[in-house]
């Protein structure tokens, strides 16, 4: 992966669509950045953008965005559900792929520098990239929101990082920083009131509820020694909760921040909400995500739901992914489309070849194999009967953890099944890899030939689509390899109405690595590097006498079941 930057400007203005898309308009204006998603409320008059890009990228594409928003909206005329001090309320910088914190606290800073200088907005930095811990807190440099900031500001405690020391009236002030991925989400009550979702808020929240006297939401607080208010703390850390009034959908929700969702995941979340709320006589009836949300997290909770079902979790991305969206009723209020929503799947469509085979049905990717033309070839038809083959391993374990009489099992098998789900996707994304690699193959030696210069590039061209077109069916049967410990743990303890299914995942895995080590060696026939060459040689008779070891071993086993 590249080294990319993630931000995620909050800007104060939600129900202006023009606004909004003037906006957004300035910040797509950037090179190299993909504006991901747009996610505006009414009621809170805020919208909440996801974009990503490399740091410097990203750095200009936010500038754009904060300058137009400087331009277009009036913090005077501003009313919202949603805390806020500025125009663009607050600008935080989350590293992902190879990005790492100091290149996300980097653009944090060179950001605050320009905006405070250039278009003189006051600054505060918070989070990882805050000058002054104090002020870490997003919560205590908003206290008090926009109101407040005209006396706030002329405090030396607080002073800006960069900006002037005066309110600006018109765009307010501005936190930028570089935090954790932050989640902002939304659960459902089946209620109007207020009261009743800041009682569950309270419950879930990690501050908790002030303790009263007389054990009362509206008695007396208890204080300890220092005239601190004792709080009873709430279910969850890593939450930051309030109840609201949602007029657009006519219902209370639960407003939660989830600012570390490795110890805090979405469904701690949501299930917290539900118990508390059923406590309290109400139902959780769905839920919402404001802005994106890391494809992990959506599969962590399909299987989570999985397990509280007492099911496998070998179930297909796709299907755990829509597991998750259905039992938390993320499409109650409006459509919760998982390409559009999730940050990895967002990324992948944009970056996906326009022609990729493994989005093919059957019979299209056989009459496109069929066609005089030289891609797909044996390569990838080799890759798709790997994937094939771990198939029907993960097929007969997910059977095997659902077999009756077999419960004790059940989290043996399940457990194969993952596996079994991960194998079969890197050998899919191999299919097009393989055509991938053939394809360059064919572009380098359509380079022209004219001048000495051209012919020199051009061999060098080749060689090096060569070499990778012998590297990735090598990675085939490498990848493939895997799948025998799965098919040997099937063959041996799986359901044995199911021993034939082992059977033809096996042969199929047995012709994958055989097939991909056909294509290694033909591609490595034309090298020039004839180190190279050997190495890769050398590789494949491994990989094939392995396999060959692999194949008659589990293969007896098979034999032997079936026979009975």
């Known amino acids: ?12 203005e939600g129900r202006d669509p023009e606004i909004i898309r003037q906006i957004t308009d300035a910040i797509a204006s950037a090179d190299g950045v993909s504006l991901l998603d747009v996610d505006p409320g009414e009621t809170t008059n805020r919208t909440v953008v996801t974009f990503v890009g490399s740091p410097k990228a990203t750095v200009e594409a936010a500038f754009r965005g904060i300058k137009k928003a400087a331009e277009l909206i009036d913090m005077r005329k501003h009313k919202g559900a949603h805390p806020r001090m500025g125009a663009t309320d607050v600008c935080p910088f989350i590293p992902i792929g190879d990005a790492d914190w100091n290149e996300a606290i980097a653009c944090a800073k060179e950001l605050g520098k320009r905006v ?14 805050a000058k002054d811990t104090s002020r870490a807190n997003l919560a205590v440099i908003r206290e008090g929101e926009y ?13 800006p990082d960069f ?25 459902n009550l089946n209620t109007k009131s207020v009261r009743r979702a ?12 002030v303790k009263t006297l007389d054990g009362t939401p509206t008695g007396n607080p208890m204080v300890d020694e220092k005239g601190e208010p004792v709080r009873v703390p709430g279910m969850l850390k890593h939450v930051k909760a309030i109840g609201w009034y949602v007029e657009e959908y006519g219902i209370a929700q639960v407003s939660m921040n989830l600012t570390n969702i490795q110890e805090t995941p979405l469904h701690a979340a949501f299930d917290a909400c539900h118990e508390s709320a059923t406590k309290r006589g109400l139902r959780v009836t769905g839920s919402e995500i404001v802005g994106m949300v890391p494809k992990k997290c959506l599969v962590d909770a399909g299987r989570h739901f999985l397990q509280k079902q007492n099911w496998s979790e070998g179930a297909a991305e796709e299907e755990i992914i829509d597991i998750a969206i259905r039992t938390m009723g993320l499409s109650e209020l409006k459509p919760f489309d998982p390409k559009e929503k999730v940050i990895e799947l967002k990324i992948e469509a944009a970056a996906a070849p326009k022609k990729s085979l493994v989005k093919m049905d059957l019979r299209r990717f056989c009459n496109e194999t069929l066609s005089d033309s030289p891609a797909p070839g044996g390569g990838s038809v080799a890759a798709l009967m790997g994937a094939l083959g771990v198939s029907l ?11 009756r009489g077999w419960e004790e099992k059940l989290r043996y098998f399940s457990d194969w099944a993952v596996q079994a789900q991960r194998l079969k996707d890197q050998m899919l994304s191999l299919v097009d890899e393989d055509t991938a690699a ?8 359509a380079l022209p030939r004219g001048t000495t210069k051209e012919k020199s590039a051009r061999t060098a061209a080749i060689e090096s689509a060569n070499k990778l077109a012998a590297e990735v069916p090598l990675r085939v049967m ?5 799948a025998y410990d799965l098919l040997a743990e099937m063959a041996a303890r799986g359901n044995p109405a199911s021993i034939s299914d082992v059977g033809v995942g096996l042969l199929a895995v047995r012709a994958c690595i055989e097939g991909a080590g056909m294509n290694v060696r033909i591609n490595i026939a034309n090298l020039k590097d004839e180190k190279g060459k050997t190495s890769l040689s050398n590789k494949v008779q491994v990989f094939t006498e392995e396999s060959e070891a692999r194949f008659k071993e589990i293969s007896k086993l098979v034999e032997k079941k079936l026979k009975g």
């Open 116 to 129: 405070g200088e250039e278009l003189k907005i006051p600054v505060y930095l918070y989070e990882k990239a």
């Open 198 to 209: 800041n009682s569950v808020a309270f419950d879930v929240r990690e501050q908790g509820r």
């Open 393 to 403: 391993g993960g097929m007969v374990a997910n059977l095997s953890a659902g077999k």
């Open 478 to 482: 490498q990848t493939a390899a895997k």
């Open 163 to 187: 900006g002037p020391n005066e309110f600006n009236a018109k765009t307010g002030a501005t936190a930028i920083g570089a935090r954790e991925f932050l989640i902002a989400y939304n659960v």
């Open 1 to 12: 992966m590249q080294k990319l930057i993630e931000c995620v400007p909050n800007f104060s």
């Open 147 to 159: 109101e407040a900031f005209f006396d706030k500001i002329k405090k030396a405690e607080w002073h």
């Open 438 to 445: 053939f394809n360059k193959v064919m572009a380098a030696f």
